[in-house]
C-alpha cells in the first residue's frame, strides 16, 4: 500500500488504517522522541501524542514530502517543545565542550559493550547531534530529509555527523585494548 | 580491533537502542482517539443544552415582553442578531464535529 492510498484510508476513517499507520512509523518516532527525551517512563505519552497529533493534521499533508519525513518533523518539533516545558537544554551547544563521562560499572570493550558505549556517548551529545545521528545512521534519513525535520542547512548537518565521528574515535582509540567503565543506566 | 574502528562505529550507529514500547501501543493511541472524540461528543452535547437553554430563557423573554407592546419595539431591535448568533455558533460545532468525527470513524 502506498503512502497516499494509507492516508487516504485513514481519512475516510478505517479504523484498521490507522493502526497500520502506526505500526509503520512507531519505530521512527521512537528513535526521535526516545533519543531526544531519554527518559523512558515519558516515553510511551510523548509518542502517543505525536500520533494524535499526526492524525489531527494529517488532512493538511499534501504529500509534498514523505510521510515517514512529515511524521518524522511532527515527532521531532513536539520532543523539542516536551524539553522546553521540563526546561532542558534545547538550544546549540558545542560539541567540544561537552565532558564525555562513560559511567561506573566495569567492563570490555568488545562488541554489544561497544554498542552500548557508543549510544552512550550519542546521549551525552548536544541535542542537534542526537537527532542527527539517529535520522541518517538509525532511519536512513537523507540529508535532505533531515533538513526538513530539523531546520537545520544541510552544511551545519554534514558538518555534525563529521564532528559527531570524530570526537567519538578521539574517545574510543585511546580505550581501545583495556576496560571501560560502561553507565549502568543503559 | 583498531583498524575496524570506523565499521565499528558504523555498526553500533546502526544498532538499535533499548527504547521500547508496548506491544498494543498502536491500539492504544486509537482507543485514546476515539477516547478522545467520545469526550469531544459529551462536551458538544453539554454545549447544546447550554445553547437550548438559553434560547429557552430568550423564548421566556421575549413572551413576556409580548405582554407590553411598546418593549416589544426594544426587544425586536437585538432579537435577530441573538438569533443569528446562538444558530451560528451551534452551526460551527456541528460542522467541527461532522469533519473531526469523519477521519477516523469506521
Known sequence: ?186 | MKEDLDKNIDDALKAEFEFSISSDFAMKVVRNMEGIYADSDRRLIGLLGIACGFGLALALVAIFFLSSPSSLLILQDYIGWIVVGVLTFLIVQFLDKKLVLNKIQN
Open chain 1, 1 to 186: 500500500m502506498t503512502d497516499q492510498e494509507l492516508v487516504n484510508k485513514v481519512l475516510s476513517g478505517n479504523k484498521l488504517a490507522s493502526v497500520t499507520l502506526i505500526q509503520q512509523h512507531q519505530r521512527l518516532v521512537v528513535h526521535i522522541v526516545g533519543r531526544l527525551i531519554g527518559n523512558k517512563e515519558e516515553l510511551e505519552e510523548v509518542c502517543q501524542d505525536v500520533f494524535l497529533k499526526v492524525f489531527e493534521k494529517l488532512d493538511t499533508f499534501h504529500f509534498q514530502s514523505k510521510l515517514s519525513t512529515w511524521i518524522a518533523t511532527i515527532a521531532y518539533r513536539h520532543a523539542v517543545n516536551q524539553l522546553k516545558k521540563l526546561s532542558r537544554q534545547v538550544s546549540e551547544q558545542d560539541l567540544d565542550k561537552v565532558a564525555f563521562q562513560v559511567g561506573e560499572e566495569d567492563t570490555t570493550f568488545e562488541n554489544e559493550n561497544f554498542k552500548l558505549f557508543i549510544h552512550q556517548l550519542i546521549d551525552q551529545m548536544p541535542m542537534q547531534y542526537r537527532i542527527i545521528l539517529t535520522l541518517y545512521h538509525l532511519d536512513g534519513f537523507s540529508y535532505s530529509e533531515i533538513v526538513e525535520v530539523t531546520g537545520l542547512p544541510e552544511g551545519t548537518i554534514k558538518n555534525y555527523l563529521f564532528r559527531a565521528r570524530k570526537k567519538m574515535k578521539e574517545i574510543c582509540e585511546p580505550l581501545l585494548g583495556t576496560e571501560i567503565h560502561l553507565n549502568s543506566r543503559l
